[in-house]
């Protein structure tokens, strides 16, 4: 059974960069046909997709957060990363990974989802 | 890329069915069959119910549908249970800015 796990800082200060990272266990981030993003949620707010990477190394990031994001992969350790730079308040949310099933090269759903950690961004 | 229009709340006593409905456009879910929901209770992560629009991932009870009109997709969650409260997030694959997610419904059961 796959399973995701977030870690990285909770606290970040304002113009930083907030650093996370995703392993994945009980099956390999190199398997074909997913993709693996990063989705986040304010408090008390909605879902907002960040980015993901592709199995290939292909990114696609969120055009209102595009400029501050990179997602990259880790094979060697079956991981993948987020990293946001410039962050303020507005950046404060629970950050989950999930992967992403693909068909015929689109995004079709998460299906696996990480347990979320909590970013705080403050002085 | 704007958000995915749902209702803020619905409520429904058990045992009733109710619908929540998810509103896009011609670019994300009135083009494509790739509208998915999300149940998420307090404190957790979300958990896939419906995918491609009507399929449900092996262990998601039937009481939850899916269906897709013009640029509206819904949700549907028949005989309502205690354990159904929760809020409800739709998603859409929306071509060149991929992905697009609804706003999200708590769903009360009276």
């Known amino acids: 059974q796959l399973q995701l796990q977030e870690s990285g800082s909770g606290l970040v200060k304002p113009s930083q960069t907030l650093s996370l990272t995703c392993a994945v266990s009980g099956g390999s981030i190199s398997s074909g046909g997913y993709s693996w993003s990063w989705i986040r949620q304010p408090p008390g707010k909605g879902l907002e997709w960040i980015g993901y990477i592709y199995h290939s190394g292909s990114t696609y990031y969120n055009p209102s957060l595009k400029s501050r994001v990179t997602i990259s992969v880790d094979r060697s350790k079956n991981q993948f990363s987020l990293k946001l730079s410039s962050v303020t308040a507005a950046d404060t949310a629970v950050y989950y990974c999930a992967r992403g099933s693909m068909v015929q090269g689109v995004l079709d759903a998460f299906d696996i989802w990480g347990q979320g950690t909590m970013v705080t961004v403050s002085s | 890329q704007s958000a995915l229009t749902q209702p803020a709340s619905v409520s429904g006593s058990p045992g009733q069915s109710i619908t929540i409905s998810c509103t896009g456009t011609s670019s994300d879910v009135g083009s494509y069959n790739l509208v998915s929901w999300y149940q998420q209770h307090p404190g957790k992560a979300p958990k896939l119910m419906i995918y491609?629009?009507?399929k449900r991932p092996s262990g998601v009870s039937n009481r939850f549908s899916g269906s897709k009109s013009g640029n509206t997709a819904s949700l549907t969650i028949s005989g309502l249970q205690a354990e159904d409260e929760a809020d409800y997030y739709c998603c859409s694959y929306a071509g060149s800015s991929p992905v697009v997610f609804g706003g999200g419904t708590k769903l009360t059961v009276l």
């Open positions: 491609e629009g009507s």
